[in-house]
C-alpha cells in the first residue's frame, strides 16, 4: 500500500473513503455480508472545477474537494484514462446529480453473496433508480467506456471493497496539491 502525501487528483479518478461513527460502522458490516469487507464505506468521482460526485442519502450531489480531506483513509484510484475517456467521466457524472439512495442495494449484494434469490429486491432496486455510492461509480465508468470489473458481475453490483481491488489506489494523509485542469473539451462530432 503506497502512502503518498501529495498526491494530486485528476478529474475522472474515484476515491474511497472511511466514514466513522454508526453508519460508517454499519456500511463496513454490510460489506462483510456481501464478501467484500474493506476498511473503506464510501465512493465517488472528481470531476473538474474542485468537486466532487458522491452519492447519499439526500440524492447524489456535488461538493467542494477540499471537503474531501475531512475523510479519513482516503484513496484515490491510478487507472489509466486517457484524458478524453476523464473528460466522458466527468460530464456523464454531472448527469447523475440527485439520483436517489438506495439502502436496498446492499440487501442485494448481501443476497447474491448467500446465494439467496433476490430477483424481486433487485427488481424494486431497478424500479427505484437509486444507487449505492459504489454502484454510481460504476454506473458513470461503464456508461463513459470504462469497464472496471471483467468479473462476469452485474453492472452496479459493486461496494466500496470491490472498488478497492480496482487498479493502484494512492492512500493519502494530507491535503494534496492544487488539482490539474483537463485538456479542453474534444470538438463534438456529428
Not at 7 to 31: C, H, I, N, T, W
Not at 92 to 97: M, S
Not at 108 to 113: D, N, Q
Not at 158 to 165: C, F, K, Q, R
Amino acid at each position: 500500500m503506497a502512502i503518498i502525501d501529495d498526491y494530486e487528483p485528476r478529474p475522472g479518478d474515484f476515491f474511497l473513503a472511511k466514514s466513522d461513527g454508526f453508519r460508517g460502522f454499519v456500511f463496513r458490516m454490510a460489506q462483510v455480508l456481501t464478501g467484500e469487507p474493506s476498511e473503506y464505506s464510501h465512493a465517488g468521482i472528481v470531476l473538474d472545477n474542485r468537486l466532487y460526485i458522491e452519492a447519499r442519502p439526500g440524492g447524489a450531489a456535488l461538493e467542494p474537494l477540499e471537503k474531501l480531506w475531512e475523510r479519513r483513509a482516503l484513496a484515490f484510484s491510478q487507472n489509466d484514462l486517457t484524458d478524453e475517456e476523464r473528460w466522458r467521466i466527468v460530464e456523464i457524472a454531472k448527469t447523475f446529480i440527485d439520483t436517489p439512495y438506495s439502502w436496498l442495494h446492499f440487501a442485494v449484494l448481501a443476497g447474491k453473496t448467500l446465494h439467496v434469490n433476490t430477483s424481486r429486491l433487485e427488481q424494486r432496486v431497478l424500479n427505484h433508480g437509486g444507487m449505492i455510492c459504489s454502484a454510481l461509480v460504476d454506473e458513470i465508468y461503464t456508461r463513459a467506456g470504462v469497464h472496471l470489473f471483467t468479473d462476469g458481475r452485474q453492472p452496479g453490483d459493486v461496494s466500496p471493497g470491490s472498488l478497492a481491488h480496482v487498479g493502484r489506489l494512492y492512500h493519502c494523509r494530507r491535503e494534496p496539491r492544487p488539482q490539474r485542469a483537463l485538456p479542453p473539451s474534444p470538438p463534438q462530432t456529428a
